[in-house]
């Protein structure tokens, strides 16, 4: 495979997979022998605590990067089980969005930044926050695609036009590389009509820009984090760490 991937996991939503599918995608790659860096840019730190790192004793974080006091390779950590590595975030990183303001190419800052270790990783997955703010621009202009992990509940397709028409804006405006991945349909649960008809609709409207994978709603997924590992590793037989790890595979294949 050549050259890194740079993916942003992305959807304006809160509450919608982002953070599970960026560690489990994580870990599923480090499965199949890619070398993987997450980069946490939600204030919240969850990719930063379910990689198993505390959030309150890093060293240095992604706030650190981004304002230029700390590199990506002084600053990330491997994740204990994950089997990547950890670029953390944690509420300081609130602060970024204000003090960014003041900068030269403040939308780049994290794209510069990686340009550095890009001979590190074969994958960077940007887990973002839920807004479409200036840290989130930050991951679209240092990504060449963007991931977006989804329910398929009745607005969903009307939820995403928000974030394709960023997309789109980015891409004419800031990054002529930024394209869509695909869509992730996440905590399904085929016994529910409605999340097959509206699974069916998604691929009527967005075609092969669904991926094949499809990710269950599975417990063991929801309680991983609190163990401080992906759901791929900490219950590798578990319906959902089969999917990421499955999720991987078909990443690795599609992009050749
Ligand atoms: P986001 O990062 O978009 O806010 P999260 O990944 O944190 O979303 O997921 C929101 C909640 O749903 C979390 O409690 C998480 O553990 C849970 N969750 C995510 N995916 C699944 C799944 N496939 N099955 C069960 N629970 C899930
Ligand atoms: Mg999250």
Known sequence: MKG??????ANQKGGVGKTTTTVNLAAGLAQVGQRVLVVDLDPQGNATTGSGLDKRKLESSVYDVLL??????????????????VLGANRE???????????????????????????DHDFVLI?????LSLLTLNG??????????MQCEYFALEGLSDLVNTIKQVHANLNAELQIIGL?????????????QV????????GDKVFDTVIPRNVRLAEAPSYGQPGVTFDPSSKGAQAF????????????
């Open 93 to 119: 990183l609130a602060g970024a969005e204000v003090e960014l303001v003041e900068f030269e190419r403040r939308e780049k800052r994290l794209k510069d930044a990686l340009n550095a270790v890009r001979d």
């Open 140 to 149: 679209l202009c240092a990504a060449h695609g963007v991931v977006v992990p």
């Open 245 to 256: 790890v499955e999720f991987a595979h078909e990443m690795v294949r599609r992009l050749g």
């Open 184 to 196: 992730l349909r996440v905590m399904f649960d085929p016994r529910i009509t409605l999340q097959q």
């Open 199 to 206: 699974s069916e609709q998604l691929k009527a409207h967005f």
């Open 68 to 85: 230029g006091s700390a590199t990506v390779a002084e600053a990330r950590q491997p994740s204990p089980k994950g089997g990547y590595q």
């Open 127 to 131: 887990d973002c926050p839920p807004s």
């Open 4 to 9: 890194t991937r740079i993916f942003c996991v």
